[in-house]
């Protein structure tokens, strides 16, 4: 079982940059392929990046691409946002994610379905 906590959100202007972290519990974090999604009010959740379990490769969504940047460190088990350049439609919850073991380049990194492990979110937002 793997639980994951969120943290690092909050209240910022348009032009301003946050840090999200995402702490994992359990011994499977260094063998899972982990990624942050959001979701907006009364919209559907969103991919935002995904990097691997060793933190070699990583991928981004189009909305974000060159603002955001995803990193981790296994020895703390944990995983990073760093969002740049911030938008008032960057305003979401913004979900950390884990996927289990399995081949980075057969993985559907978009699809939420093919993750296996959740936290429970943590509030941006953007003011213009």
């Known amino acids: 079982q793997v639980q994951l906590v969120e943290s690092g959100g909050g209240l910022v202007q348009a032009g301003g940059s946050l840090r999200l972290s995402c702490a994992a519990s359990?011994?499977?974090?260094?063998?899972?392929?982990m990624a942050w999604f959001r979701q907006a009010p009364e919209k559907e959740r969103e991919f935002v990046a995904v990097?691997?379990?060793?933190?070699?490769?990583?991928y981004y969504g189009n909305s974000v691409k060159s603002r955001f940047t995803i990193s981790r460190d296994n020895a703390k088990n944990t995983v990073y946002l760093q969002m740049n350049s911030l938008k008032p439609e960057d305003t979401a919850v913004y979900y950390c994610?884990?996927?289990?073991?399995?081949?980075?380049?057969?993985?559907?990194?978009?699809?939420?379905?093919?993750?296996?492990?959740w936290g429970q979110g943590t509030q941006v937002t953007v003011s213009s």
């Open positions: 359990g011994d499977t974090f260094t063998r899972s392929h």
């Open positions: 994610a884990a996927r289990y073991g399995g081949s980075w380049f057969t993985l559907q990194k978009t699809d939420e379905f093919k993750y296996d492990y």
């Open positions: 990097i691997d379990w060793s933190g070699s490769l990583t």
